[in-house]
């Protein structure tokens, strides 16, 4: 392909004069010219196959990511999390729903959340251009800017909160484990997973539900097995009102929050990709894990309403939060197989942050010419430090239940 900015590499090489094609696009191979800092570290991750773009247009050459099974289980993996599961434990424990009225706002404000990041996804193939790139078109400039900065505190929130939410687990399988261990585990996990990129991470994806499906299957079954679902009468009123509305803002919250990214994860795909089919891989891969898992949660939760709140799902939860529920529901029927399960569901919050620490590294490149002179994957080693230096201490601060999940609220756009 020629290009039309003439510029011989050879003599005059530079990162600062990326080469264009005719459609705006970057080739991969231009980051990689020059002798400077940045064109050194580039060459240094392309020897170990690490994505070197950036927000720059992928061009159409380039776009080799053809499954619509990529896109769906993107989004399966990072939603068939521990962290949905709490998002539906919320609807007894801090809105004092029941459990009908609980399920159903489970059910239509998940409905309308999804719809946004469907929509979104369709302009990755249309246009090779990241979220944050393609809201210049609807914020300017300058404007896109600031919702860059809400994207970036979103992101570190949101992996700050999911991280302690997975070092509760560990803690409910073994006390001895301090929280700051865990919350590293997770963090350098999901770092080596968005370190190498896009392909990494859509590989990562696409496996990683399938344990975590399975584990939540066996907490249905053992519940179910259990009889300790209470059917909670559904509550009249003011109170009931608010509780729905304040519990479906969270639910439309969590459920909307991935729109921010969601070209990023469809920006490989061929421009010819019909978009309703991106849509609907989109829509499945989003709504079928946020129901399971937040159903389950408020099914789950009923149960802390045994004997006045005298029982051990009460004790559990108010012990470690969701890591202390589930322990109750695992550890007395499957013994050592149920901290196994445990550990996996604390390990799913790796593909929960993959997204987020992922994402936040192209968001940071929108900020300005000065963010751009530092490579994508560096990005994703500052964020991961600093969402790590605000989980450890977030950890012991959040520690009351009541407080964590103001926290959760918070992120998920409710106050």
């Known amino acids: 392909m020629e290009h039309p900015i003439a510029h011989d590499v050879e003599k005059h090489p530079g990162v600062g004069n990326l080469l264009y094609d005719d459609t705006g696009a970057v080739p991969g191979e231009s980051f990689e010219y020059g002798d400077?800092?940045?064109?050194?570290?580039?060459?240094?991750?392309?020897?170990?196959?690490?994505?070197?773009?950036?927000?720059?247009?992928?061009?159409?050459?380039?776009?080799t990511d053809t499954s619509y099974t990529n896109i769906g289980s993107m989004w399966l993996a990072a939603n068939m999390v521990v962290t949905s599961f709490a998002i539906g434990v919320l609807g007894k424990s801090l809105f004092y729903l029941g459990f009908v009225d609980a399920i159903l706002v489970v059910f239509f404000f998940n409905i309308l959340g999804v719809m946004t990041v469907c929509f979104f996804s369709c302009f990755g193939p249309a246009f090779g251009l990241r979220q944050?790139?393609?809201?210049?078109?609807?914020?300017?400039?300058?404007?896109?800017?600031?919702?860059?900065?809400?994207?970036?505190?979103?992101?570190?929130?949101?992996?700050?909160?999911?991280?302690?939410?997975?070092?509760?687990?560990?803690n409910a399988v073994n006390p001895n484990v301090p929280g700051f261990a865990g919350v590293i585990i997770i963090a350098v996990c999901t770092f080596v997973v968005t370190f190498f990129g896009y392909k990494v991470v859509h590989a990562y994806e696409y496996w990683s539900w399938i344990p975590t499906f399975i584990v939540f299957l066996i907490v249905l079954g053992v519940f179910a097995h259990s009889g300790d679902f209470v059917?909670?009468?559904?509550?009249?009123?003011?109170?009931?009102?608010?509780?729905?509305?304040?519990?479906g803002s969270t639910v439309y919250g969590f459920a909307t929050g991935w729109t921010s990214y969601a070209a990023d994860y469809t920006v490989y795909q061929p421009a010819n990709r019909s978009r309703r089919k991106v849509f609907l891989a989109t829509w499945l891969g989003i709504i079928t894990p946020l129901l399971f898992t937040e159903m389950l949660g408020v099914a789950v939760m009923t149960a802390t309403s045994l004997n006045d709140g005298n029982n051990a799902y009460q004790d559990g939860y108010n012990a470690s939060g969701t890591g202390g529920l589930l322990a109750a529901v695992l550890f007395p029927k499957l013994g050592g197989f149920g901290k196994f399960c445990?550990?996996?569901?604390?390990?799913?919050?790796?593909?929960?942050?993959?997204?987020?620490?992922?994402?936040?590294?192209?968001?940071?490149?929108?900020?300005?010419?000065?963010?751009?002179?530092?490579?994508?994957?560096?990005?994703?080693?500052?964020?991961?430090?600093?969402?790590?230096?605000?989980?450890?201490?977030?950890?012991?601060?959040?520690?009351?239940?009541?407080?964590?999940?103001?926290?959760?609220?918070?992120?998920?756009?409710?106050?």
């Open 342 to 415: 445990v550990v996996i569901l604390a390990l799913s919050i790796i593909a929960n942050n993959c997204p987020n620490i992922y994402s936040v590294s192209l968001t940071l490149l929108v900020l300005g010419r000065w963010t751009r002179l530092i490579p994508r994957f560096i990005w994703t080693l500052v964020a991961t430090g600093v969402y790590v230096a605000i989980a450890i201490p977030g950890y012991s601060h959040f520690g009351g239940v009541g407080e964590f999940h103001e926290l959760h609220r918070l992120l998920a756009g409710d106050l």
């Open 231 to 247: 059917n909670i009468p559904m509550g009249v009123g003011t109170s009931e009102l608010g509780g729905v509305l304040s519990f």
């Open 36 to 63: 400077s800092l940045y064109a050194r570290l580039q060459r240094f991750a392309g020897k170990l196959r690490v994505e070197q773009r950036g927000i720059e247009r992928v061009p159409d050459d380039e776009r």
């Open 132 to 170: 944050m790139v393609l809201s210049r078109f609807w914020f300017g400039w300058w404007g896109v800017k600031l919702i860059a900065i809400f994207n970036v505190l979103a992101c570190i929130g949101w992996s700050a909160a999911n991280v302690i939410v997975g070092a509760q687990l560990i």
